[in-house]
């Protein structure tokens, strides 16, 4: 039964109950306490029980079979006792086991309390444990901190000794050092004193240079009406050169005139000293003849005379004789009267000659006195020449000077005159100009609101000034292009308030015609001028605009004729050389400012115009004029390089104003976006910030050179009069005023050979 409940082998916990809780031995002292004397003191050996129960057990040998019998009675007796004891065992076990079980119960459930209460314990323990390791590892760190503290304290204190050692050593000499620096401090002082006094000074030299600025300010005016006047003496030179070339031009006709009759009469002398002298030959002869015939005559003579004497001779003889005398008394006179008109003729040819000898002598002087006259020009068209190029010069000069004392970009305002459009008060003014002498040509106020808003800039044109006029102060800046400058002119405002008519002028009006045209005779005249100074000149020329953000080629003979079936893309690119190139832009050589015209002509007709609320012919675009011009003078062997970039920008309007819809609309948007980007790039160059967004649109990265590099740039901005557009006006002006105030660089003028692109650039 204990074999069925353990395998056959009785539990631990029956022995210890069994033998009281000993777990060794036998149970001889367990089983007799209860089975007493029926046991019969047999001892057995718990082995012995084992081997019984699993049927082991053999009786010993040395037994007699009848004691082995009484044995193994026995032994069934007491196995018998045993298996009712290990019954009432086995039932105190059920009821122990019972007992224990709930003991067991029990102890689990404390067992399981106490685990919780372990867990809680060990947690608890735990973040006790953490903490006293955190304390633990922050008093280590402290503990090494202070360790090194010490150590840092044990050497800070030796050094401390030793610096104290040191320092006593050293207090001597500081206070040594003390006294001097005292006396230092002292001349410091005096020096202090003395600065202060250089201070003063130069607040005083400040104020002085204050005044000589101001100085310089009115010589700078003084310098313009210099330029004013030269330029007019310029024309007078070039007047007086031109007389002079006129007077030099028609001696040399009389020089011409006087060296044909000179010769006609050298010939005419030629032909009368070959008369004379065949005459002379002739006399000669004639007398030679004479003489021959008077010797003969005086030999007959003699003859006759001998004959005479010969008396006795025949009469037939001195008949003979008389007869050949007379005959030759006769050729004699007879050659005599031919040696008289011999004579006469003889002096009559040398009255000729002596007269075409005093013609010639007088043509001779005359002619010196022309060569004396003609070099006498030559010296002073010399002289007027060298005169010329010397006010050039100092045109040049002084023009560079004025452009660099106010930095590279001026700034001119031009206000046009009232249209009958504007659908204005004629009365109401909402524009004036200052007459101060301050800002005489150079002020505007703006009335707006009751406000007055005032501006300067470098000169402001007012309605009633003609085209002439205003070119007329742009015409140096032009100039400065053959000189090798990049020069660009743009023209800004609202729309319609004249940037077109400015530039371009009005089409079919001859005399009104703008500044692109103007600019372009100037130079193609010009050209020719230089031509005299040894200079040669090559010009190209392009046209674009940048309509809602693309670039189109206005001189392209393919050109697309919507805008979707474009296929060329124009990229902008800057070299290293400061040079812009628009890739696949048509460049045309020209030759004369008709050329250009033509072409001009041609690109207006291909420009994005429309109509808008707010002018009748609006440019929805940003045109680009471009003139390259590369000059090179044989006799000084100089090369310049000159662009001359010429815009017309496309006009700011408020959305709600100009009532645009549609493509109208995108066009205005896309306007206006880039202008902004250009009062972007302006404001970022006026505070001189690392950064100037000239990436944010086409146009301001192709104008990067011009604002933002070496040329000279002029802004014109072009304001209407009208009260209705008082507040585009005063946008413009203080757009403009904020222009003026930029300071962009100085500009370079190309003159070297260097390589340049084919290409045309832009600046
Ligand atoms: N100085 C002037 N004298 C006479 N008329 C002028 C003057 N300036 C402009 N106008 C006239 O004003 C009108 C608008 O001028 P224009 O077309 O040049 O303006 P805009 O600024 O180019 O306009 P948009 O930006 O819309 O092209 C035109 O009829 C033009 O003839």
Redesign the pocket.
């Known amino acids: 039964m204990v074999g069925a409940v353990n395998g056959g082998r009785l539990p631990r916990q029956v022995f210890s109950v069994v033998n009281g809780g000993h777990d060794s031995g036998t149970w001889a002292g367990s089983v007799s306490s209860r089975a007493g004397s029926d046991c019969g003191g047999i001892e057995f050996r718990r082995e012995d029980v084992e081997a019984l129960l699993n049927e082991k057990i053999r009786p010993k040998d040395k037994f007699s079979l009848k004691e082995k019998c009484d044995t193994m009675m026995d032994y069934i007796k007491r196995l018998r006792m045993c298996i009712k004891w290990f019954q009432e065992l086995e039932g105190d076990l059920l009821f122990e086991q019972e007992k224990h079980m709930r003991m067991l119960e029990s102890a689990e459930q404390k067992c399981y309390d106490m685990e919780i209460l372990m867990n809680e314990k060990e947690e608890e323990l735990n973040s006790i444990i953490m903490e006293l390791r955190k304390n633990y590892t922050s008093l280590q760190e402290k503990f090494a901190k202070e360790e090194s503290d010490k150590l840092a304290a044990i050497e800070t204190l030796t050094k401390e000794k030793d610096a104290r050692l040191s320092a006593e050593r050293s207090q001597s000499s500081i206070l040594e050092d003390l006294e001097r620096a005292q006396r230092e401090c002292s001349s410091a002082n005096q020096k202090i004193l003395s600065v202060n006094d250089m201070y003063k000074r130069l607040q005083e030299y400040n104020t002085s240079l204050q005044q000589y600025n101001s100085k310089l300010q009115s010589e700078l005016q003084q310098t313009n009406e210099i330029l004013k006047n030269a330029e007019k003496e310029k024309v007078a030179v070039l007047e007086n050169i031109s007389s002079l070339r006129g007077q030099c031009t028609s001696l040399q006709e009389q020089l011409t005139a006087t060296k044909a009759s000179n010769t006609e009469l050298k010939n005419l002398k030629e032909a009368a000293a070959s008369e004379v002298e065949r005459l002379r030959l002739d006399l000669q002869q004639v007398r030679d003849d004479r003489d021959r015939q008077l010797s003969q005559v005086q030999d007959l003579s003699a003859e006759v005379l001998k004959y005479k004497e010969w008396t006795g001779k025949s009469a037939a003889e001195v008949g003979n004789l008389t007869t050949k005398s007379n005959q030759l008394e006769a050729t004699c006179i007879s050659q005599s009267d031919q040696i008289k008109i011999l004579q006469e003729k003889l002096a009559v040819a040398e009255n000729k000659l002596a007269m075409s000898d005093v013609s010639a002598f007088e043509i001779r002087t005359g002619y010196e006195e022309q060569m004396r006259a003609n070099s006498e020009l030559q010296f002073r068209l010399a002289e007027a020449e060298v005169k010329l190029v010397e006010g050039e010069s100092l045109r040049k000069k002084l023009h560079n000077t004025i452009l660099e004392l106010k930095g590279n970009i001026r700034v001119f305002c031009?206000v046009?005159?009232l249209?009958f459009d504007d659908g204005a008060d004629h009365e109401t003014k909402a524009v004036s100009f200052p007459t101060t002498t301050d800002n005489l040509g150079r002020g505007i106020e703006l009335l707006q609101h009751g406000q007055k808003h005032s501006f300067t800039f470098d000169k402001v044109f007012v309605?009633e000034?003609s085209q002439e006029e205003v070119f007329e102060e742009v015409s140096q800046l032009v100039q400065s292009a053959l000189d090798g400058y990049k020069v660009c002119i743009f023209?800004y405002?609202?729309?319609?308030?004249?940037?077109?008519?400015?530039m371009m002028g009005?089409p079919g009006n001859y005399d009104d015609k703008g500044l692109i045209p103007r600019s372009l005779e100037q130079i193609f005249e010009a050209k020719q001028t230089l031509q005299n100074q040894g200079w040669k000149y090559e010009m190209q020329v392009s046209m674009l605009e940048i309509y809602n953000e693309t670039i189109r080629d206005l001189l392209s003979t393919t050109r697309p004729l919507t805008e979707s079936s474009g296929t060329k893309q124009y990229s902008i690119k800057h070299d290293a050389n400061g040079n812009t190139h628009v890739s696949d832009l048509t460049i045309l050589d020209v030759r004369s400012s008709r050329e250009v015209s033509f072409l001009l002509n041609r690109a207006a007709q291909s420009r994005s115009v429309g109509k808008?609320q707010?002018?009748?012919?609006?440019?929805r675009s940003h045109f680009v004029f471009t003139l390259r011009i590369s000059g090179y003078n044989e006799s000084t062997e100089q090369q310049v390089q000159g662009v001359l970039n010429l815009i017309?920008l496309?006009?700011s309007e408020r959305l709600s104003k100009s009532g645009s819809t549609g493509d109208r609309l995108k066009e205005t948007q896309a306007i206006n976006k880039s202008l902004s980007s250009l009062s972007d790039v302006i404001f970022a160059l006026a505070r001189k910030e690392d950064h100037v967004p000239f990436r944010n649109s086409k146009l301001t990265y192709l104008l990067q050179p011009c604002l933002g590099g070496d040329s000279k740039t002029l802004m014109v901005v072009?304001v209407s009069p009208a009260p209705s557009s008082i507040n585009e006006s005063l946008c413009s002006l203080r757009f403009a005023s904020r222009v003026n105030a930029c300071e962009i660089g100085t500009p370079r003028r190309q003159t070297s050979a260097r390589q340049m692109d084919s290409r045309l650039s832009y600046g």
């Open positions: 031009r046009r005159p249209l309605p000034s023209a405002g609202q729309t319609g308030s004249g940037k077109t008519h400015t009005t808008t707010m002018n009748e012919q609006s440019s017309d496309a006009g072009n």
